[in-house]
């Protein structure tokens, strides 16, 4: 079974939907924290069933859109023991100039990988569920998951980040499945 296929029978959204095209739509918190709680519950269940099929060594996120639900919502999973991320309303507000370029995957076009350009860190304002900003640094790969996933809310996929003339490569050819993001920037 391809890989696409089977993130599609764990429930996630495929390439050419039309909600994965869309900007997601921002919570009115504390109002809708109920809202809120229940679409971060979904997904992290939607993270669960995916997690007991495949592994996922540099961490993992996913984003409501790609369960179907065009809320600012999204949850990513640091590689190791660390809780999950939970972003609500994020928007990146400070990136650092200096780039890395690693390869991305998708959950949503799994056949493929992609060598994607990002800012080594970045700055990310989010809504907690009281209804207060909170602002949170993340660097390297943890800046690259937050980044994705933010990406996912704003209707981008990683392809669009992607240099002129840099096609994805099939899942087949990536060699680093199952190793650790290895920081090509200073």
């Not at 592994?55 to 996913?62: E, L, V």
């Not at 493929?112 to 900003?133: F, H, K, N, Q």
Request: with cysteine.
């Amino acid at each position: 079974m391809r890989p696409s296929q089977q993130m599609r029978d764990l429930g996630v959204v495929q390439h050419g939907a039309g909600i994965l095209a869309e900007p997601a739509r921002a919570f009115d918190l504390p109002a809708e924290r109920d809202e809120a709680e229940r679409i971060t519950d979904e997904l992290l269940a939607a993270m669960e069933r995916i997690g007991q099929v495949h592994p996922f060594a540099k961490g993992m996120g996913i984003a409501a859109p790609q369960i179907g639900i065009g809320r600012t919502a999204a949850v990513v999973q640091p590689s190791g023991d660390a809780p999950a991320i939970i972003l609500l309303n994020p928007k990146i507000t400070d990136r650092s100039a200096e780039l890395d370029e690693q390869y991305e995957g998708c959950l949503s076009f799994f056949d493929v990988r992609g060598l994607v350009p990002r800012p080594l860190d970045i700055t990310v304002e989010t809504t907690a569920l009281s209804g207060e900003t909170v602002t949170t640094e993340y660097d390297r790969g943890l800046a690259r998951l937050v980044h994705h996933e933010i990406d996912h809310l704003d209707g981008l996929l990683y392809t669009a980040r992607m240099r002129t003339g840099v096609d994805p490569i099939p899942v087949e050819e990536y060699r680093q499945t199952g190793s650790a993001w290895v920081c090509k920037g200073a």
